[in-house]
């Protein structure tokens, strides 16, 4: 139980085209979901909170219009990439946590690596 | 602000060697800690997790981790390694405000095993 999946799994686009990333938990509902960033051989770091059915909350310099999100349902999140630059290439993490689960844990998917051209 | 050090970049084991990874974090209270581990494709699994009570924590793996605030440690310890144990290895921190918040992770430790 507990699975997260992340569609693409790699992706790559052009410099100025925007890219959408789908988290989605598979056996349970999320009513939060987290977005993270990893930089290679880096550590990953918090970029948003998103509540469904609300606006995502997100950390001190990470650009809102740049990454959308939108948690609609409480299976999916996604994380769209604005007019995508080549800093933008990284792999991006998403986790998602319910009620039923012990505090603070997080189930993880995949991850999905960009890279922009 | 919550933070987690991990001092050691890179470590090498030999198979069947004692392991310890070591994390310090800085909180303004007792956090939540977690280690997890990332395999090359994989997403990230937790090893174990700490939010009270007794201080040394069995994990998955054959894993555990002991919890000393007096040193703001939870250094994650493993008896005996196997090869398939090489990894990246993080460790996180987590508030308490409600399990709603994101989680602050170290930088990572690579475990490389020695045949």
Redesign the interface.
């Known amino acids: 139980g507990a699975v997260v999946s992340q569609h693409p799994s790699r992706v790559i686009c052009k410099s100025g085209t925007s890219v959408k990333i789908e988290c989605r938990s598979l056996d349970f509902q999320a009513t939060t979901m987290f977005w993270y960033r990893q930089f290679p051989k880096q550590s990953l770091m918090l970029m948003a909170t998103s509540n469904e059915g609300s606006k995502a909350t997100y950390e001190q310099g990470v650009e809102k219009d740049k990454f959308l999100i939108n948690h609609a349902s409480l299976t999916l999140s996604t994380l769209t990439v604005t007019s995508a630059h080549p800093e933008d290439s990284s792999f991006y993490i998403c986790s998602a946590r319910t009620p039923l689960a012990g505090m603070g844990e997080q189930y993880f998917g995949p991850g999905t690596r960009l890279t922009v051209t | 602000a919550q933070s987690v050090t991990q001092p050691d970049i890179h470590i090498t084991v030999s198979e069947g060697a004692s392991l310890e990874l070591r994390c310090n974090y800085s909180y303004g209270a007792t956090p939540?800690l977690?280690w997890?581990v990332q395999s090359p494709?994989?997403?990230?699994?937790?090893l174990l997790?700490y939010?009270s009570g007794d201080t040394l924590v069995q994990g998955i793996k054959g894993f555990e981790a002991e919890f000393k605030r007096s040193q703001s440690s939870f250094n994650l310890r493993k008896p005996s390694v196997h090869w398939s144990d090489a990894a990246e290895y993080?460790c996180a921190v987590?508030?308490?405000g409600g399990?709603?918040?994101?989680?602050?992770?170290?930088?990572?430790t690579h475990l490389i095993i020695q045949p």
């Open positions: 939540y977690f997890y494709g994989q997403g990230l699994q937790l997790k939010f993080f987590g508030g308490r399990g709603a918040d994101g989680l602050t992770f170290g930088k990572g």
